[in-house]
DNA sequence: GTTGAATCTGACATTCACGTCAGATTCTAC
DNA sequence: GTAGAATCTGACGTGAATGTCAGATTCAAC
């Protein structure tokens, strides 16, 4: 498969797949010609795999450096490759929790806000500013209820 | 408060809080010379909810769009900046799925890793290819046990 | 064989959240 | 007042993951 019909069935651009190729990160054999990539078709999961981890917010050197342990039959288990694993391991816990946090009190916030609209609305398109005030030292996206 | 003491009571970086207010995420008041920033000592809960949001992969555009909802009286409620909340709303579920998901595979991994270190270590610090063979395209990061 | 689509390499452009540096001003301590 | 620390503005630098464009080549269809 070439490069374009990876890139359709991965919903990636072209420009992302030379670039992960570039990184290490995914391999590629030539044409006959040499002219142009041909891909296997594993590499439809190895791209969607490599796109779950950028979106997790890992680096490509980070994943780099996870590969070796995903994909070859002698990996390269150094006691550095398994340390950035806990590393990242640590780091996408903390992550979880500041999100499920920011989450939560966008839900906060969200809510306060519907049912604001919903009570009382002007024809500008605003909140009416009809219950207690806020002041500016309210500040935190804590609404209490 | 000015500005050198808020980053250290906040641990960012005095560039960092420029920018913030350069963003409009931050606001000030200049000494009687004019010369200097002079913080409320809000900023301080105000600069952690904004690194907790950057955190947490938003945008400076998307923590504008969503401050005045925090912390003004009569807060510009419009249909789209509630829009733009359930928006990041969604796309932090999707994003704390994603990277639980890359965590527990990433545990997988290490577990496999640690085992395969403690059971089998030859003098250059790499796994010995003891155990069935694992082929190229079993890519992917679940690991077997 | 010719046209048009796809692909190639290589390079420069872009966005974002900062880092860094220069040169000027202001504050703090003695 | 004077030295040294802190701050200012303004500008350019950075790194990561792309976007984009130019000019050349190659492939697929007619």
């Known amino acids: 498969m070439r490069i374009g019909e990876l890139a359709r069935l991965t919903g990636s651009s072209v420009r992302s797949l ?3 190729e570039e990184q290490g990160l995914l391999d590629s054999q030539r044409a006959d010609s040499g002219a142009h990539r041909v891909f296997h078709a594993d590499a439809v999961d190895r791209v969607r795999l490599l796109r779950q981890l950028y979106s997790a917010g890992l680096s490509s050197k980070v994943i780099a450096s996870i590969l070796p ?3 070859t039959p002698s990996p390269e288990l150094t006691e550095e490759s398994i340390a950035i694993m806990q590393a990242e ?7 979880m929790a500041a999100i499920a946090d920011t989450r939560d009190q966008l839900h906060h916030l969200i809510d306060h806000a519907t049912r604001h609209l919903a009570a009382d609305v002007d024809p500008a398109g605003r909140c009416a500013d009809t219950d207690r005030a806020r002041t500016h030292s ?3 996206l804590a609404v209490t209820p």
Chains 1, 2 share one sequence.
């Open 138 to 140: 309210d500040s935190g």
């Open 69 to 71: 342990c995903v994909d």
């Open 89 to 95: 391991y640590a780091r996408l816990g903390e992550q």
């Open 18 to 20: 030379r670039y992960y």
